[in-house]
T-cell receptor, first 111, second 118 residues
Framework: KQEVTQIPAALSVPEGENLVLNCSFT??????LQWFRQDPGKGLTSLLL?????REQTSGRLNASLDKSSGRSTLYIAASQPGDSATYLCAVRNRDDKIIFGKGTRLHILP | EPEVTQTPSHQVTQMGQEVILRCVPI?????FYWYRQILGQKVEFLVSFYNNEISEKSEIFDDQFSVERPDGSNFTLKIRSTKLEDSAMYFC????????????????FGPGTRLTVL
């Protein structure tokens, strides 16, 4: 059974710092992995999607990597800003078409 | 920019009542999803829907749940007899993914419907 774990559960960093969020999954037979952000009381906003055949994706200050064989993905945020404060979720799409989310990392950027 | 919409934003119902949550996916998308998020817990996959039928469903999606695409724009989730533990935020999502290399599985989420069962 696929399990998705995100570490750390919460993170506070000063504005301007670069940071890395981690996501691990137990079953490497995935179609893709997607990173989302969720603001309090709101829906999810897609940030990056990495297909199983890809190693990384970039969008602006965000870079997501995927190492399928080791069951790991990282989300790198460069030059963090207070507006980056949110909960970051990763989700994997299994080969059986089910989507499994991690519990998320609550990120707080200190001004 | 196209977006997924959901109605109502908040639904309050009595235990045992039926509820229908409504979603309008992005118009050219082919794959539709329902998720739920119980307060303070992680987002849980309920069901995916493609080509007018259920593609996959989780263990949560039991006989009390059903989905329907009644027309060309709406996608609904019905809970036949609500229980207290059905109280959650329900999210609809859609993607253009058709399983081909050229389509993307990026999922776009609606703002959610908060369901409160009393």
């Amino acid at each position: 059974k696929q399990e998705v774990t995100q570490i750390p559960a919460a993170l506070s960093v000063p504005e301007g710092e670069n940071l890395v969020l981690n996501c691990s999954f137990t079953d490497s037979a995935i179609y893709n992995l997607q990173w989302f952000r969720q603001d309090p009381g709101k829906g999810l906003t897609s940030l990056l999607l990495i297909q199983s055949s890809q190693r990384e994706q970039t969008s602006g200050r965000l870079n997501a990597s995927l190492d399928k064989s080791s069951g790991r993905s990282t989300l790198y945020i460069a030059a963090s800003q207070p507006g980056d404060s949110a909960t970051y979720l990763c989700a994997v799409r299994n080969r059986d078409d089910k989507i499994i989310f991690g519990k998320g990392t609550r990120l707080h950027i200190l001004p | 920019e196209p977006e997924v919409t959901q109605t109502p934003s908040h639904q309050v119902t009595q235990m045992g009542q039926e509820v229908i949550l409504r979603c309008v996916p992005i118009s050219n998308h082919l794959y539709f999803y329902w998720y739920r998020q119980i307060l303070g817990q992680k987002v849980e996959f309920l069901v995916s829907f493609y080509n007018n039928e259920i593609s996959e469903k989780s263990e949560i999606f039991d006989d009390q749940f059903s989905v329907e695409r009644p027309d060309g724009s709406n996608f609904t989730l019905k809970i036949r007899s609500t229980k207290l533990e059905d109280s959650a935020m329900y999210f609809c999502a859609s993607s253009e993914w058709s399983g081909t290399q050229t389509s993307t599985d990026t999922q776009y989420f609606g703002p959610g419907t908060r369901l409160t069962v009393l």
